[in-house]
Nanobody, 118 residues
């Protein structure tokens, strides 16, 4: 059974960098041909795809966030890291770590609330 767990600070100051870790158990993040991504949902808004890292290590980012988003992985720990720089209050959202193919996400973490506020 694949289990996905997000962790990180619940509060981050504007202009700082948000770092979240996705820990995966029950499956390897290098297994062909899955992608591991990050999706967020601001309050009152729709789900927003942020980016993903493929089984090969190649990264992909949505254009609107590409300039300040970085996704990396630690295969020895089976973890995926999200870094979002220069945060603003508009980055307040629930952040989800997900697994899938062709943008169809079949496994989701429970999500972690992040509030960008001073």
């Amino acid at each position: 059974q694949v289990h996905v767990q997000e962790s990180g600070p619940g509060l981050v100051n504007p202009s700082q960098t948000l770092s979240l870790i996705c820990t995966v158990s029950g499956g390897s993040i290098t297994t062909n041909y899955y992608y591991w991504g990050w999706i967020r949902q601001p309050p009152g808004k729709e789900l927003e795809y942020m980016g993903a890292i493929a089984y090969s290590g190649t990264t992909y980012y949505t254009p609107s966030l590409k300039s300040r988003t970085s996704i990396s992985r630690d295969t020895s720990k089976n973890q995926i890291t999200l870094q979002l720089s220069s945060v603003t209050p508009e980055d307040t959202a629930v952040y989800y770590c997900v697994r899938g193919q062709d943008y169809l996400w079949d496994y989701w973490g429970q999500g972690t609330q992040v509030t960008a506020s001073s």
